[in-house]
């Protein structure tokens, strides 16, 4: 082969290469590639975002921003953004949920969340950085309680999560006894209504008597009617255990527990007669009565003969003006005004009897007019 056709065959050849190799460059794109803030320049021959962020091993997920998006071409002095979700297992006054950011500080998370008032409580603190695995965050926002406690009502503004949390925030302190209108763990809404009620239980001890029973014996020596109590009666005692439960004050159960006798009761014992009264000496009229006296005339001086005549004062009932005492004294039951017109002399014939005219001081001497 001449040296010449040698010669132009070399010349070909390099310039294939050089013009290969010019290509080869001029096909190289230069971007910027920002990740979680973070930028670096890098070099690639990709066209399209997807394969730049595959040639720099990054695998993004569905809650991930990538801008523009995976499809888009890319030419030499673009930037490329790429924004991490992070998860966040978040709870709000109490209520969990989990959602995904790609903030970087729990200052940006609540910003994107919308979380904006600086009054909130916080689990972490604002200044921290959010790893890409996520973390657990905790908000507490004000809410306005209406709070009920030891008969007085108040509204009070509180970050606090719970109702348990809010009674140890206004320092109030539950007995065993005492009831929450919600449970302790319950998360606080605004507007919400908690009621504290005291509760107190104890037992008391109450003392009631035990009716004592009269048993009667006949006499054959007193006569019909005639009642004589030869043993008195003495009420007996018992003691009933109560569990009493008090709810602000005011008593809401009662529950017995059992009842034992602290006394025996102690029978009456009355004599009862049965032997026949004679038949009354007196007669109507104003003659004298069988045995000599005339208790007609006396009757008419005590009362003016009215048997359910009862004085002024209420003191004296009857025909002969007997008082409850004297009446009784001389075997008499209930009212004297209420005995019969018979039973009245009969009971008064002994009492002369016992003591004389002298019972009756100003109408005395009638009996023997």
């Given at each position: ?7 132009a ?6 310039l ?5 190799t ?8 230069s ?5 979680d803030?973070q ?10 975002v997807g ?5 720099e091993g ?25 924004n991490?979700?992070r ?13 995904y950011?790609?903030?970087l500080?729990?200052e ?9 008032a600086d009054?909130?409580v916080?689990?972490?603190?604002r ?9 657990a965050?905790s908000?507490?926002?004000p ?7 030891d008969g ?5 503004t509180?970050?606090a ?10 320092g109030?302190t539950?007995?065993?006894t ?7 763990e ?5 507007r919400?209504?908690?009621q ?9 001890v109450?003392t009631?008597?035990?009716?004592h ?8 020596d ?6 004589t ?5 003495v009420d007996?005692?018992q003691?009933t255990?109560f569990?009493?439960t008090?709810?602000?004050g ?10 034992t006798?602290?006394r ?14 004679p038949?009354?000496a007196?007669?109507?009229?104003n ?11 006396l009757?008419?001086?005590?009362s003016g003969?009215r ?7 209420g ?9 409850q005492?004297?009446w ?9 005004s209420a ?7 009969y009971r008064?014939q ?7 005219a ?6 005395g001497?009638r009996?023997?007019?």
């Open positions: 082969m001449p040296r010449s056709l040698k010669l065959l070399h010349a070909l050849v390099l294939g290469l050089v013009g290969g010019l290509a080869y460059f001029a096909a190289q794109k971007l910027t590639l920002t990740v803030g930028a670096r320049e890098v070099r690639t021959y990709a066209d399209t394969e730049v962020l595959e040639e990054l695998r993004t997920r569905s809650h991930d921003v990538v801008l523009p998006g995976a499809e888009a071409g890319v030419e030499d002095g673009d930037a490329v953004v790429v991490r979700a998860p966040l297992q978040l709870t709000v006054d109490g209520v969990p949920s989990e959602v950011v790609t903030a500080s729990v940006e998370a609540l910003a994107q969340l919308g979380y904006r009054d909130l916080l689990s972490a603190s200044s921290e950085r959010l790893p890409l695995d996520g973390m965050l908000i507490s926002t809410k306005d309680i209406t709070l009920l406690v007085t009502q108040r509204v009070v509180t970050t999560a719970t109702a348990g949390d809010l009674l140890a925030e206004q109030i539950l007995s065993p005492d009831r929450l209108s919600v449970y302790a319950q998360a606080l809404l605004d919400m209504r908690v504290v009620t005291r509760v107190q239980v104890t037992e008391v109450e009631t008597p035990i009716p029973d009269s048993v009667e014996t006949p006499d054959a007193a006569f019909t009617g005639e009642k109590v030869t043993q008195e009666g007996g005692e003691a255990t569990r009493i008090v709810s602000d005011v008593e809401t159960a009662r529950e017995q527990l059992g009842t006798v602290t025996q009761p102690v029978d009456e014992h009355v004599s009862v007669g049965t032997k026949q009264r038949v009354p007196a007669s109507s009229g003659s004298p009565s069988a045995d000599g006296l005339n208790w007609a005339a009757a008419q001086c005590e003969g048997p359910n005549a009862v004085s002024g004062t003191k004296y009932h009857g025909l002969y003006q007997f008082s005492a004297t009784n004294a001389v075997g008499g039951t209930g009212l004297p005995a019969s017109a018979d039973e009245q002399t008064a002994l009492l002369y009897q016992r003591s004389g002298g019972q009756w001081p100003h109408c001497s009996l023997f007019s």
